[in-house]
C-alpha cells in the first residue's frame, strides 16, 4: 500500500540535510507537492507513479537550496559553502590561525616538537658541512680531473709498501716518454728557514718549492703576475697574499726581494691557499734552486725528494696510464723492484694511507666521513621520529576535538587538510629555527675543526632543498596518521562517555622508540670507544721517555762546544744531536746486507744518532751494545738495527753482519734496539736503522734531557747558552711530548665534535621520551587513580610505569651493539696499536643509556603517581 | 511574468506556475520547485506580500500579493518591454519575399 504521508516524510527528511532549507520554505513546497499529487490522482494516474512524477516536476532538492541560499546570503561569491570552494588562500589563513591558536595552547608539546625537531637538523646540517667540506678538497683547480699524483709502489717481504715520494727524473721523463703524460710539476715543502724581506726577518713562512709548470697544472688564482712565466726566473718567488701582506703590508710586492739563504724578486702574488688544498704554502720558489740549497741532483734516480704530479690529457684514465708507465722505473734502475702508479688529485686527501707520504701535513679520512656521514643521518632519523611519534600519540586526546568539529558540520578533507597543516607549520618552524641554531654553532664547530664552513643558499643549495623536503616529509607523515585515522571516527561513538580510544600504531610507535634509542646508544658506543682509544694512546708506553725532553733545531752550532756549555748546568741531564723519536720518519729502500737473497727489497727508517741518544731519549737495548766512545771505530763501522729491522730482513744472526746504504751508511751491527714508537700509534713499528752521521753531514737537531724540578730556570739557562753560540736565529724550542701529541690532534678534535653530537642525540632522543612518557601518563591517569585507590604505594606505580620505557630500551641495545661493533672495529682499524672491544664498554653505555631513559620518564612517572587520584576520577 | 500573474489578484505557488505553463504554451520549463525561491527573493525585494491561509479542504498555502512597489516595479517593467517592441518592430520590417 502506498502510505502518502509516510513518502512525504522521507522525501522531507532529505531535504532537511540542506543547509538553506528553511522550515518555512519546506512546508511550501510541501504544499505544492500535495497539491500536484492531487491533480494527477484526479486525472486517474495511480498513487505511487503520480508521486514519482510530481516529485520530478518540482525538481531537485539541492538545486533549489542553492536558489533560496542565494537570496539570503551575503557573500559575493553566492556559492553555498557546502560546495567544495575554489578560493584557496582564504582557507590557509584560516589553517594556519588554527593552528598558531592550538600551538599556543600546547606550549609544552610544542615546543618539545618543536626544538627536538630543530635540533636534530641542525646536527645533521652541520655535520654535513663538514662532510662536504671533507669531499671537496682540491676540485678547485680547474683540471683538477685529469692531475694524478705518482706513487710507487714495492714489494718488501710480503707486503706492499708505497712512498709517495718519488725519484727526482720521474716527471721529466713520463712526459718525454708517454704522450698520455702532458705535462708534470714536482713539489716539496718545508719551514723553519730564515725569511728576510727589507727589516724583517722571520721563522714561520711554509716554503714551497716546485717546477715552474706547477702553476700550469694547479690553477691557484694569480692577484698580481702571469702564472705561465711567474717562476721562469731561478730567482724568483710566488707570494700568497698572507705573506706579502706580513712582509710588505699594503705595499704592492711585486718587484720586492725576499731572501731565503739568496735573493729572490717577487715575481706574482697568488690569492691564499683555501683551506680545501692538500697542499698548503706560504710562497712557491723554483725547484732548480734545491740543487744549491740541498746539493740535489735532478738526474739521479736515487734521489727521491719530491712529490710528482702530473696531468693527463683529456679523456685518458688514470688507471690505464698508471699501468703502462709502471715499469718507467725499473728501465733506469734495474735492481729496483718498484712500481710506478698514479693517484688521482681527488683521492690525494681521503684516500693516501701510504707508508711514507707528506711532512706537515694530517691527512683526513675516508673512514672518518663516512662515520660523520652516517652520525648526521641518524641524528636526523632520530629527531623526525620523535616528532613523528609524539604528533601521532598527541592525536589521541584530541578525538574529542576532531569530533566536535564533524558535528557541527566540518567535512573530512577540511580535517585532513587541518591536521596537516598543523604539522607542516610545525616543521616549517622547526627548520627555520635549525637554521638560526646552525647560525650560532658555526663557529665553534670551524674552532674544533680548522675549517671555514659558511652556511649560504647558493652554496649549499642542495642541502637546504634537500632539508625543506625532509621537513615537508616529516611533516605530512606525522600529519597524516591523525589525519587520516581520526577523521574516520563517528562523532556519536567519540562522544560517548566510555569510549576508550586506543589509538591504534601503538606497536609501531614502540617500534620508533627502540630504533630511535638503538641509534642514541650507537652513538654513545662510538664516543666510549674514541674515549678510550685516546685515552689508551695517552697512557701506551712508547719505549722511550719522551717526558722533559727538549727539542731544538742546531743551527749548525759547534757541536761540542756547544753540548759542554749546556752540560754546566745541573738542570741539563744530557744533550743528544740526533734524531729524536717522534720525528717523522723517512723511509727508503735501497739498502743492501750480508746475506741479502737478491731481490729481496726492505723499507727501512735510517735515524741519525751520536753517543748521547739512549741516554737521553731513555731507549733499551735488546742484544748487543749501542755506539760508544770506548770502541773508536763505533762511528764510521758500526750500526745498531731494531727488532723490527731485524724481523723484516730476516736475519738470523743479526750482530756481525754488514749493511751498507748506497755510499751513506756503511757498518756491521753491534746491537738491536728495543723496539719504540718512533711516529704515531697510527702506524706499526718501523724497522729502523741508527747510525751516526758522516763528519761533513752535521747535525740538524739538538736534544737536552732537563730534570723535571726546576724547568723554567733551566730553559732560561738553556736560551742563555743559545744565545751564546747563535745569533742569527731566535730561540726556538719544543717539548718533545707536545710533538708525540700532535700526532693525536685530529683524534682529540673528532672525539671533541662526536661528544657534542652525542649529547645532541640523547638530548633529542630523551625529550622524544620526556613527551612520549608525559602522553601515556596522561593516558593512564584513571588507571592510576584506581590503583592509587586500591592502595599501591607511590614507587609501585612509578615502577609500573617505567618498567615498560626500560623493557625498550633494552630492545634497542640488541639492535644497536652489532651496528656499533662493525663501526667501531673499522675506525679503530686506522691504528695500528688499539684497545679491544670488550664487553665492558658495550655493557656500559647500554647501563647509560638505560639511567638515561629511566629518570626521563620516572619525572613523568613520579608526577602521575602523586597526583590526587580523586581528581583523577573525576576527569570526565 | 509573476508580477503580471499576480495584477490579476491574490494567488498562491501551485497555482501560479500552472499559468505560467498555460500562458507560456507549455514552452517554458521551470522545475517546479524553481518557482519558490523566486517568489521568497520578490518577496525580500519587497514587490510581493504573502500570507498563509486555510483552504476549505483543510489545507494550509501561502497566498502572495502585489504590494505598491510591486505595481510600480511592474509598470516601469512594462514600459521597458513596450518601448523595446516598438524599436524592434520598426527594424523588423516583414522581409521581402
Same mark, same amino acid.
Given at each position: ?6 513518502a512525504?516524510k ?12 528553511e ?9 505544492h ?8 490522482? #484526479? ?47 582564504i582557507?590557509?589563513?584560516n ?18 616538537n ?27 683547480? %680547474? ?13 718488501t ?11 727526482? /727524473? ?51 688564482? $694569480? ?87 702530473? #696531468? ?11 699501468? %703502462? ?20 688529485l ?11 707520504d707528506?711532512?706537515?701535513?694530517? @691527512?683526513? !679520512?675516508? &673512514? ?13 632519523? +632520530? ?27 566540518? %567535512? ?20 627555520l ?7 650560532? $654553532? ?39 596518521? /591523525? ?26 610507535r614502540?617500534?620508533l ?14 664516543t666510549?670507544?674514541?674515549?678510550? *682509544? ?50 717523522? /720518519? ?51 763501522? !758500526? ?13 738470523? &744472526?743479526?750482530?756481525?753482519t ?5 755510499? @751513506? ?11 719504540f ?28 734531557? =732537563? ?19 747563535? @745569533? ?123 639511567? =638515561? ?6 619525572? #613523568? ?16 | 511574468? +509573476? ?11 501551485? @497555482? ?7 500562458l ?11 518557482l ?14 504573502? *500570507? ?6 483543510g ?11 510591486g ?27
Amino acid at each position: 500500500m502506498f502510505d502518502l504521508e509516510k513518502a512525504i516524510k522521507n522525501w522531507r527528511k532529505k531535504l532537511r540535510k540542506n543547509e538553506a532549507m528553511e522550515d518555512g520554505y519546506l512546508a511550501e513546497i510541501e504544499s505544492h507537492l500535495r497539491d500536484d499529487f492531487e491533480n494527477r490522482r #484526479q486525472k486517474g494516474i495511480p498513487e505511487q507513479e503520480a508521486f514519482q512524477k510530481s516529485l520530478e516536476t518540482i525538481g531537485h532538492g539541492d538545486r533549489i537550496g542553492a536558489e533560496y541560499f542565494k537570496t539570503d546570503t551575503r557573500s559575493l561569491s553566492g556559492s553555498p559553502p557546502w560546495k567544495p570552494s575554489h578560493f584557496m588562500p582564504i582557507l590557509v589563513f584560516n589553517y594556519l590561525k588554527i593552528a598558531l591558536r592550538r600551538i599556543r595552547r600546547h606550549k609544552g608539546y610544542s615546543f618539545i616538537n618543536i626544538a627536538g625537531l630543530a635540533i636534530g637538523m641542525a646536527c645533521c646540517i652541520l655535520m654535513f658541512l663538514w662532510v662536504q667540506d671533507e669531499l671537496s678538497f682540491d676540485l678547485f683547480h %680547474k683540471n683538477e680531473d685529469n692531475i694524478c699524483r705518482v706513487i710507487t709502489e714495492f714489494k718488501t717481504s710480503a707486503k706492499l709498501t708505497h712512498n709517495a715520494r718519488t725519484p727526482n /727524473p720521474l716527471g721529466p721523463t713520463l712526459v718525454e716518454r708517454f704522450p698520455e703524460v702532458i705535462n708534470f710539476a714536482r713539489y716539496q715543502g718545508f719551514d723553519g728557514w730564515i725569511v728576510k724581506s727589507g727589516d724583517n726577518t722571520y721563522l714561520n713562512d711554509f716554503l714551497g718549492t716546485a717546477d715552474p709548470s706547477f702553476f700550469e697544472i694547479f690553477t691557484f688564482p $694569480f692577484v698580481r703576475g702571469d702564472p705561465k712565466t711567474a717562476l721562469s726566473e731561478k730567482h724568483s718567488i710566488v707570494l700568497t697574499q698572507k705573506m706579502a701582506k706580513k712582509h710588505f703590508g699594503d705595499e704592492d710586492s711585486m718587484g720586492k726581494v725576499i731572501n731565503i739563504l739568496e735573493d729572490f724578486t717577487v715575481t706574482g702574488v697568488i690569492e691564499d691557499v683555501p683551506e680545501n688544498s692538500h697542499l698548503h704554502f706560504d710562497c712557491i720558489f723554483p725547484i732548480v734552486n734545491m740543487e744549491d740549497f740541498w746539493h740535489d741532483d735532478f738526474s739521479n734516480w736515487h734521489r727521491t725528494m719530491f712529490y710528482t704530479y702530473i #696531468q693527463l690529457q683529456k679523456g685518458n684514465s688514470g688507471k690505464l696510464v698508471g699501468e %703502462k708507465i709502471a715499469g718507467t722505473i725499473k728501465d733506469f734502475v734495474p735492481r729496483s723492484s718498484a712500481e710506478v702508479f698514479l693517484q688521482p688529485l681527488k683521492d690525494v686527501h681521503l684516500h693516501s694511507d701510504f707508508e711514507a707520504d707528506l711532512d706537515n701535513y694530517s @691527512q683526513g !679520512s675516508s &673512514t672518518l666521513v663516512l662515520i660523520f656521514s652516517l652520525t648526521a643521518m641518524a641524528i636526523l632519523l +632520530i629527531a623526525c621520529i620523535n616528532f613523528m611519534n609524539l604528533a601521532t600519540a598527541r592525536s589521541a586526546s584530541r578525538a574529542k576535538e576532531v569530533s566536535m568539529r564533524k558535528v557541527s558540520g566540518a %567535512k573530512r578533507s577540511d580535517i585532513i587538510r587541518q591536521f596537516l597543516g598543523e604539522s607542516f607549520l610545525l616543521s616549517v618552524i622547526a627548520l627555520l629555527l635549525s637554521f638560526i641554531l646552525v647560525e650560532l $654553532f658555526l663557529p665553534l664547530l670551524n674552532d674544533l675543526s680548522g675549517k671555514e664552513l659558511t652556511l649560504t643558499f647558493t652554496s649549499n643549495i642542495q642541502l637546504i632543498l634537500g632539508l625543506i623536503g625532509i621537513a615537508l616529509l616529516t611533516g605530512m607523515l606525522s600529519g597524516s596518521y /591523525p589525519a587520516f585515522y581520526l577523521s574516520a571516527f563517528r562523532p556519536a561513538d567519540i562522544l560517548k562517555k566510555h569510549f576508550d580510544i586506543r589509538v591504534r600504531g601503538g606497536f609501531f610507535r614502540k617500534f620508533l622508540v627502540v630504533f630511535q634509542f638503538a641509534l642514541t646508544i650507537i652513538l654513545l658506543i662510538g664516543t666510549t670507544v674514541i674515549y678510550r *682509544q685516546i685515552d689508551f694512546i695517552r697512557k701506551k708506553d712508547l719505549g722511550f721517555n719522551k717526558d722533559h725532553v727538549l727539542y731544538l733545531p742546531s743551527r749548525h752550532a759547534d757541536a761540542e762546544a756547544y753540548a759542554n756549555d749546556l752540560l754546566q748546568d745541573p738542570g741539563v741531564l744530557s744533550v743528544s744531536y740526533s734524531e729524536a723519536p717522534s720525528s717523522e /720518519p723517512w723511509g727508503v729502500t735501497g739498502f743492501d746486507w750480508e746475506g741479502r737473497a737478491p731481490g729481496k727489497e726492505v723499507m727501512l727508517f735510517p735515524v741519525v744518532v751520536d753517543y748521547e741518544y739512549c741516554k737521553t731519549f731513555g731507549t733499551r737495548m735488546k742484544e748487543g751494545r749501542f755506539f760508544s766512545r770506548e770502541f773508536s771505530t763505533d762511528a764510521t763501522e !758500526s750500526v745498531v738495527v731494531n727488532e723490527t729491522a731485524v724481523k723484516a730482513m730476516g736475519l738470523e &744472526t743479526p750482530i756481525g753482519t754488514k749493511l751498507s746504504f748506497r755510499d @751513506q751508511i756503511e757498518g756491521r751491527i753491534i746491537g738491536i734496539m728495543k723496539d719504540f714508537h718512533q711516529s704515531s700509534l697510527h702506524n706499526a713499528i718501523e724497522p729502523m736503522v741508527f747510525h751516526f752521521n758522516a763528519e761533513d753531514e752535521g747535525y740538524h737537531h739538538v736534544a737536552i734531557k =732537563i730534570s723535571a724540578e726546576n724547568v723554567p730556570s733551566t730553559l732560561s739557562f738553556v736560551e742563555s747558552v743559545w744565545k751564546k753560540h747563535i @745569533q742569527n736565529y731566535p730561540f726556538t724550542y719544543e717539548f718533545l711530548d707536545e710533538k708525540t701529541d700532535n700526532f693525536y690532534k685530529t683524534e682529540k678534535t673528532i672525539g671533541r665534535i662526536f661528544q657534542y653530537f652525542t649529547s645532541m642525540a640523547i638530548l633529542i632522543a630523551c625529550l622524544g621520551l620526556f613527551g612520549l612518557a608525559s602522553f601515556t601518563a596522561e593516558q593512564r591517569t584513571k588507571e592510576i587513580g584506581i590503583r592509587k585507590v586500591l592502595g599501591a604505594s607511590i614507587s609501585r606505580i612509578a615502577v609500573m610505569l617505567s618498567k615498560e620505557f626500560a623493557k625498550w630500551v633494552l630492545w634497542a641495545n640488541l639492535i644497536a651493539w652489532p651496528v656499533a661493533y662493525f663501526v667501531s672495529k673499522r675506525w679503530l682499524g686506522e691504528f695500528a696499536y688499539r684497545i679491544s672491544l670488550g664487553w665492558g664498554i658495550f655493557a656500559f653505555s647500554a647501563a647509560l643509556a638505560l639511567l =638515561i631513559a629511566i629518570l626521563t620518564v620516572s619525572y #613523568q612517572a613520579i608526577k602521575a603517581a602523586t597526583a590526587n587520584p580523586v581528581d583523577s576520577l573525576r576527569y570526565e | 511574468m +509573476i508580477l503580471s500573474i499576480l495584477i490579476g489578484g491574490e494567488n498562491y505557488g501551485y @497555482q501560479i506556475i500552472q499559468k505560467v505553463k498555460e500562458l507560456s504554451g507549455g514552452k517554458l520549463e521551470w522545475s517546479d520547485g524553481m518557482l519558490y525561491p523566486v517568489l521568497h527573493r520578490l518577496e525580500k525585494d519587497g514587490f510581493i506580500r504573502s *500570507q498563509w491561509k486555510m483552504s476549505n479542504g483543510g489545507r494550509l498555502r501561502k497566498y502572495y500579493m502585489l504590494t505598491e512597489k510591486g505595481r510600480e516595479e511592474l509598470e516601469k517593467e512594462r514600459k521597458q518591454w513596450l518601448s523595446v517592441h516598438e524599436a524592434l518592430s520598426k527594424l523588423w520590417k516583414p522581409i521581402p519575399a
